[in-house]
């Protein structure tokens, strides 16, 4: 029952977010801006379609998943180790500094 309310919620984000894409290219906007109101009509913060909070968390950590596998995608190796040191130094202070806090 949970899995199919994952994937009904799923289904009306990305639905939300294919509007306001289209909506914002239309306009001659970046199409990240219709993403983001068809973020914010979606949220809790706005009257209307609100999903339980199980079912935010599971998208929002789908969205995680996505944006990683679309960077790794994009990433060639010689560009990382062109960048390794810097990238595996604020990758530990950023652990560092987290931890700490």
Same mark, same amino acid.
């Given at each position: /029952?949970?899995?199919d309310n994952l994937f009904i919620h799923l289904l009306i984000a990305l639905v939300a977010a294919l509007? @306001? @894409?289209?909506?914002?290219s239309a306009l001659r906007q970046p199409v +990240? %801006?219709?993403? %983001?109101?068809?973020?914010l009509a979606l949220s809790p913060l706005t009257p209307g379609l609100v999903a339980p909070q199980p079912s935010i968390d599971a998208l929002a950590e789908i969205g995680? $998943?996505? %944006? /990683?596998f679309t960077v790794g995608? *994009? &990433?060639s190796l010689?560009? !990382? %180790?062109?960048?390794?040191?810097?990238? $595996?130094?604020?990758? +530990? !202070? *950023?652990? +560092?500094?987290? /931890?700490? &806090?």
């Open positions: /029952m949970i899995a509007v @306001g @894409g289209a909506v914002a +990240l %801006l219709g993403f %983001l109101a068809s973020g995680v $998943i996505f %944006l /990683m995608v *994009q &990433l010689p560009e !990382l %180790l062109r960048v390794g040191r810097v990238a $595996i130094g604020g990758a +530990l !202070l *950023q652990v +560092l500094l987290t /931890m700490a &806090l």
